[in-house]
């Protein structure tokens, strides 16, 4: 059976899509077979991190019930498949309809399925949250955006689902607030401390997810940091000549 899970904010703009893209190559990367689902319905974007700019087929139709969710599926050179919505004004005002009976029998095969949700509580954002059966919360380290996203967590915990943990995003050296406070804050572990670099921005503008275009920077490490939680697995320390991990395999660690 898949794991779908929700990647969420409180404010707009933190990295959710980012997310989403990055940790869905990575896990692929793993070996994964991964899903990735632009459940933002009125601000879809995810499809034009990989360059999916002009696709037939959307989960807007699969929301009207004009397509199966098989056929908004477009598989990216990475492995990772992308379930798009749609960019265009038309369905601006579509109705967000939960397709969780859909994943389980059309994405039954996935090891993952990652939700990029809306932004706030709206009806789009708690589809996107009723759709999963987890959940990852990203947010800058500064208190406004925490503290909305503390209600996106509360809200999600209210609807039975587990939060995973909190993705820190466009952490910098200037921040006030580390791990731990933001971690005590939030009652949950902080998974992934992404820092505020000119990569993400690059990448896509390039329309290629951090980890493979910088697979070594601090970005991408982070991103693994990530999946390897979601996979339950020790996250080790990379390094440019990878002396450490040769070290630990060395002494089996
Ligand atoms: N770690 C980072 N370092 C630098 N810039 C970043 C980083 N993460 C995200 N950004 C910038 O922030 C912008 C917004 O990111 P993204 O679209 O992933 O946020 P979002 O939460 O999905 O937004 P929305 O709420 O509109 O869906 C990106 O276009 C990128 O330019
Ligand atoms: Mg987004």
Redesign the pocket.
Known sequence: MSRVISVL?G?????????VSNLGVALAQEGKNVAILDA?LT?A?LGLHFGLLSYPVSIHDVMNDDALLTDAMYKHPSGVDIIPASLSIEHIDAEPRNLRNSIDEFLGDKDFVLI?A??GLDRETLNAIDMSDEALI?THPELPTISDALRTKTITEKKGKNVIGIVL??VNRKDELNRDNVSSFFELPVIGA?????V??KS?EAKSPVVLSYPKHR?SQEIRRVSSHILGKRHIQEDNGGIVSRLLAMFRW
Do not use: F
């Open positions: 904010s404010k707009g703009g933190v990295g959710k899509t980012t997310l933002n601000g974007n990029d809306a932004t990203v995003n466009r992404v820092p505020d670099n000119p993400v921005r896509i970005v």
